[in-house]
């Protein structure tokens, strides 16, 4: 999967596909080549950016933004 085009995109909509959530699918992430040199945060950036995961990256900025207004 992954020596696709599509590479890390495919992996994210195969985890949301298999029902991964995102800190699972974070933690395969961080495993998987390409991902980064062992950077969990690289791993978290892949996983909330993919397009596969819109819905995800919203929830998290709305907590961010309530984190920080306390």
């Not at 994210?12 to 395969?28: E, H």
Request: net charge negative.
């Amino acid at each position: 999967m992954l020596d696709e085009e599509s590479g890390m995109e495919a992996v994210q909509r195969y985890l949301r596909d298999q029902g991964a959530g995102v800190i699972d699918s974070i933690v395969v992430t961080h495993e998987l080549p390409g991902a980064g040199p062992g950077s969990l945060g690289t791993a978290k950036e892949i996983v909330l950016t993919s397009a596969a995961r819109t819905i995800e990256l919203k929830e998290h900025q709305r907590l961010v933004e309530r984190v920080e207004e306390a």
